[in-house]
Each structure stands twice: as C-alpha cells, then as structure tokens.
C-alpha cells in the first residue's frame, strides 16, 4: 500500500496537491484522467473515472451555444473565410 505525507500548495485561487507516482500506479491513474472529487465523512474520496468516448454526433448534441458566448458557426463566410 503506497503511502504519502504532503503538502497543501494554492493553485491560482484553488488549492492542489501532487500525487507521487506510486500512489497513482497503484490505483491506476494518469496524466489528463477525469476524477470524481467528494468528501464522505470528513475525508476527501478521489474516485477513477472512465473515459467517455462520445461520438460525433454525441459532442454536437451537447453542444450549448449560450454556455460557449453565443459562439457557432456562421451560417455565411465571414472574415479571411470569404473567397
């Protein structure tokens, strides 16, 4: 069982902490890997999560131009588009 004694560091207005790299092979986590953060009884759970790998029209279906600044495609060329 790998075990560690660290340090709370701030993180721009967050807070963050390294995992050693035997922690994280022991439960099999990587660089990038999406994690599930809650507290359960005054202690902080870390839980694995597995990657979705969402079809082309799963991404666009999630898609919410109001939540992205009204940002999509235009229905015209604009800009250096235009020929």
Not at 28 to 46: K, P, S, T, W
């Amino acid at each position: 069982m790998a075990k560690a004694v660290l340090d709370i560091k701030r993180w721009g207005n967050n807070l963050g902490v390294r995992l050693p790299v035997g922690v994280a092979r022991e439960v099999h986590l990587h660089a990038d890997q999406r994690v599930r953060i809650e507290v359960e009884n005054g202690r902080v759970v870390i839980t694995p999560l597995e990657m979705e790998h969402l079809t082309l029209d799963q991404r666009l279906a999630q898609f919410d131009a109001e939540h992205h600044a009204g940002e999509a495609m235009a229905a015209t060329p604009v800009g250096a588009e235009r020929f």
